[in-house]
C-alpha cells in the first residue's frame, strides 16, 4: 500500500500533537494511519558493516549465519534460539470487554511481528509465536546467547536492556556505523552474547532497535528478561506484564489498543492468579510513545526507596517490580491509572484464592 | 442531549491523539465533547449481585439502604456519612488569573458532582458541596467506615487508595462480577469498611469507579484521604492538593481547565498559608488523564530515598508529600511545570509570614 | 506577524489534545502555529513596582540598572554577567540523522534567544552565545550573584531551581505582585542575588519565567546549574544535558524539533566523550512540556534509592544525575526512548574510548 503524502498543514497539525512517529526512507509517518513496512523495507540500504560481513560469510560458505566476531559462548551460560516472525493476533479473543461488562466493536485481528522461541538449531518451536516474545532467564555470572533469525520481510534486531555487552552486541541500528547484529534481513541470522552482570540483577525486556524502529516493536517485537541471584528468594508467583499499545500505523486497524501483555481488556488480557500466602512479584514495563502507572486494586508495596505505594509512573522503557506477600483473596483489577487507557484496553483481573 | 455519533476517520483522529476517553453504552465519548451522563446512565443495566441484593433488601423492608454482607462496623474507627450530589459550580470565581494580571474569558461554570459529608444519618451538611470531597481521616489500626449515599442520576461509588479492604468493599463497577458497593444508584446507600492498616499509613485519596468511570470523577467526584501514625510528629500545616482537570465532556465548557482542587489560576485555587518555623506537609495527588508535576518556588525538600529536590512528577493516581521546615517567608508559586497545564490555570499562591 | 483569531471549535480541538500552550494579552496560542512575541511584548503593562523602581532609578540618574533592594553581594561566592539576547540558530546543523543515516529535510534554522555569558561589567562576550546558556556553578556556602542584562524586544528573566532566595530574586512574573527582577525590560540590567545552600547540592538549571512564559523558554532561554561540595569527589568527566524542543510558536518553522541542548539528530546534538575508567555524570533535566526518559546503551546506574537502571523518567523541571563508573568501551546512543520524540531527534552519541 503507498501512502499518499501528508501535505504542510496535516504534518505539522499531528507532529505537534505528538502523533508523528518517524520519518523513514524520506516519508513521515503518524500513529494513525497505516504504514506499509515490508515496501519500506525494501528501500533501506545495506550497512557497509554489514554488507562487508555477509560478503565475508559468503566466501566461507557458512549458510545462512552473519558471524559476529565479538560473540564468543562462555561455558557457564544459557542459550536461546529465538526468530522473528509473523503470526495472526487477535487482540480481544473474546470480543468483550468484562470491565464494563460490554462487546468491544470493531476489527481487532491483524498480522502482527513475534519473537518465537526454538528448540536448538531452529529444530521445532517451543510453543506458539507470542506477544510479548519469550521469557529470556539467567543467573547473574551468566552469559546469554541468543541465536537470532528473522524471518520478516523487514530487516529487525533484538536490542537488550539491563545486561552488559559490546558495541556491537547492543543490536541497534547505527546508520553508517551499523553493526551486522544492527541490521538482521530476512533469512538472516546472528548471535548475540551479554553478561548477565551482578549489577544487571533484576527484571528487564528486549526489544528491535532495527532500521525500521519503531514500526516493528508497534507490531509486537519486544518481550521480557529477567537475571536473578540465585542466592536470594526468588517470588512463588511471578508475573511479566508489558504496558504498550497497537497503533493504526502498525495494525491498519481503525483505531489504537491499549494492551497488556498483547491483548487488550479484562477477559482478555492475562488473568493473573495467586494464593494466599504466596510471595508475588509484579514485573512492569512500559513500551510505547505513552507514560502509564500500573495500579493493582486491594494492595500495596514498598518502592525502591521503601515507601508504600499502590500506584506508580512508567515512562517508555522504565521497568518496576512490585513485590508483597499475598494477604487479600479476592477478584481484583490491575491497571493503567490513565484513563483513556484504562478505557481502551488496559485493565486485567489478578484473582487470589 | 443527544450526541452525534463520531465518524471513522475523526474518531481515529482523535483517539490516537489521546482524546478518547471511554466507550459507554455502545458510545464513543472523547475529551473535548460534552458528554450527556445522566442519559447515559439510563442506559445501564443493574449488575445481577446488585439486583439480588436490592430485592432482599425489598423482601426485609430496610428501607434505602443495600446492606453489604462484609460490612462490619469495628469498635476501634472512624465513621463518615457522604453524600454524591450536584452542586454549581465555578472554576474561576473571582475571573482573574493573578499570575499573568489578566481577566480569564469565556464561561467557567458548570453543573459539578461533589462528595459531600454530612452528619450522623444524613441528619445535615456539615459544610457546602466541595471539589474535591471531604477529608477522610485515621489512625493506624482503626476501621473506616463510609457510609454512602448517590443523590445524582447516574450510578457513583467510592474506591479508596492505599487502605485494605475486601473484593466487595473495593467500590469497582466489574461488570457481571460488580458488588452493591461498585454500583450505587440514585436514592441507594452503601456502607463501605475500609481498614487502615499500617502500611497504609500516608496519603492518599478516593474516587469514583463506577459504571460511568471517569466521567464523574471528572465532574468532581474525587477526594483526599490520609491515615497516621499517631506515634509521630504531625505537621503544624498541611495541605492536600488535587492536580486534576475539568474537560469539556464533563462540563460541557468550550475547554479544559487544569485545576488545583476544583479551580483554575492564582487567585481561585487555595492560597495556603504557614509560618517560618512550620513542619509544612503537601500532599499532593493527581487524578486526570495527565501527567504532571508539582513545583514549588523558593523551597526544597527530601524525596523518599532522600534527595533533595524542587520538583516531582506525578502520573494519574500517583501521591507525593513533600515536607519541609518552613524557612523562607515570601509571597511563592506552587504550580505545574507542564507549561500548557500552568497557563490553563494550575498554579497558586503559597504565602508565608 | 497577526495570528488570525482561532475559532471555538478550533481552540477546543487544539486545547484538549494539550496543544494550547498559553493566552498573552488575550490571545491564545498553541505550540504549532508561529507566534509574534515582539508584538506581543509590547501590549504588555510595566507593573507597578517595576515602574516605581525604575522612576526612583531615574531620578538617581544611575543608567541601566535596576536597583534591587535586597540583592547584596556577598564576600563569599561567585558572580556572573549574563546577557539575553538573539542569536542565529541551526538547529540541525549537518543536515543530517547519523541515526538513521538520512538527510533532514525542511527549514532548520531560527532567530532564537539565548543567555549569554560576558566578562565583567559586560566588557565582552566570553564566547558564542549558546543553547543552552552558561553553566552556573557555586560551593556550598557561597552566594550566586548574577548580573542580567536584557536585549530582546520582549521582558524576560532568570528563575533558578535549587537554590534558595528571598521572594523578589526569583526571576518570576506575578502579575501584579511582580519585582523588577520578574520583569527585565529590553535595556534592562538586574542583580540576582542566590544561595547556595547545603541542602542546595546537585544539579539544577535556570529558565526564563518573565511575562511571555513560556514562549522565551521555547526559544531558548534556558540553561543549567550545579552546586557542588567541594569535599566530595567530583566526577571525572560531567555532561549536562537538557531534554527540551523546539515548537512552532517559538520557531516560525513547520514542525517541532525534540532536542537534546538546542540541536536535534545524532552528530548534530553533543557527540560527548568519556575513558574507560573514567568517573562519569550525565546530568540530565527536561525543559518542555513533555515527559521524556533518558536511557543511555550499554550502561546502568544506580538510582537515588540505590535502584540498578538504564533508562529514567523525567517531567518538566525534573533532574537527574547518572553516575557510574565508565568499563564500556564504544559508541553508544543516549537519548529519549519516547519513540515519538526518539525520531524527532531527541537521540545523541556518546563514545568511550
Redesign the interface.
Known sequence: MSLPPIG?RA???D????????????KQF???KPADIDKLAAEV?V?PKVKAAKEKQAQQATQGEVVLASSQKKATGTEYWIQAEQVKWNIVPTGR???????V?GKTKFTAYAYRAYSPNFAAALGPATIPGPLIEANVGETITVNFRNQLASPVTMHP??V?????Q?G???????DPGGFVQQGDQVTYTWEAIP????A?FYHDHG?M??LP?YKGLLGPMIIRDPNKPQPDKEFFSAFHSF??AATGL???FYCLNGYSY?GNTPTLRANVGDDVAFHVYAL??????F?L??H?WP?????????????????ITARFTED??????YHC????H???GMNGWYIVE
Open positions: 504542510r504534518f505539522v497539525a507532529a505537534a500533537g505528538g502523533l508523528l512517529l518517524c520519518t523513514l526512507a524520506g503518524v500513529l494513525d540500504k550497512p470487554d468484562q470491565m464494563m461488562g460490554k462487546r466493536p536492556h539491563g552488559q555487552y559490546s558495541q556491537d547492543d541497534a541500528y547505527k546508520g553508517k556505523y551499523t549489577e544487571s540483577e533484576g528487564w532500521p524502529d519503531p516493536l497503533q493504526p481503525d483505531r489504537p479484562a510505547d510513545d505513552n507514560f502509564h502507572t495500579h486494586h486491594g500495596r518502592d525502591e526507596s521503601g515507601k508504600i505505594i499502590d500506584n506508580v509512573t512508567l515512562g517508555p522503557a522504565d521497568v487479600n483473596p479476592g477478584r481484583w483489577f491509572h490513565v484513563f483513556t484504562l478505557h481502551q
